[in-house]
Nanobody, 121 residues
Framework: QVQLAESGGGLVEAGGSLRLSCAAS????????MAWYRQAPGKQRELVAVITSGGSTNYADSVKGRFTISRDNAKNTVYLQMNSLKPEDAAEYLC???????????????WGQGTQVTVSS
């Protein structure tokens, strides 16, 4: 099984920046797609950004031009650089990975525990 550990959340003023990290560990063959989601209190979880193993990316319209997703395949780590943060970006940010197991079988999704981002106005 794979474990995902997020870090980098915290409190930042509006207009500021944060960099989130999510490192995968455990026993697995490889990781395909990695993504960041967020969930604010009382709201549905939403996809923020996604990146394939080849580096193709996609973003939610609300973060385009401000957030950048990247990954280091050698470290099994995905990053989310968040610039020009707004109060509406405040949420718990969760990492998700599509994992190929060591033993033959379909890929499965693994989730991290989340890291809190708070943006003060």
């Amino acid at each position: 099984q794979v474990q995902l550990a997020e870090s980098g959340g915290g409190l930042v003023e509006a207009g500021g920046s944060l960099r989130l990290s999510c490192a995968a560990s455990g026993r697995f063959s490889s990781i395909n797609v990695m993504a960041w989601y967020r969930q604010a209190p009382g709201k549905q979880r939403e996809l923020v950004a996604v990146i394939t193993s080849g580096g193709s990316t996609n973003y939610a319209d609300s973060v385009k031009g401000r957030f950048t997703i990247s990954r280091d395949n050698a470290k099994n780590t995905v990053y989310l650089q968040m610039n020009s943060l707004k109060p509406e970006d405040a949420a718990e940010y969760l990492c998700k990975a599509s994992v190929w197991p060591i033993i033959n079988g379909p890929p499965y999704d693994a989730w991290g525990q989340g890291t809190q981002v708070t943006v003060s106005s």
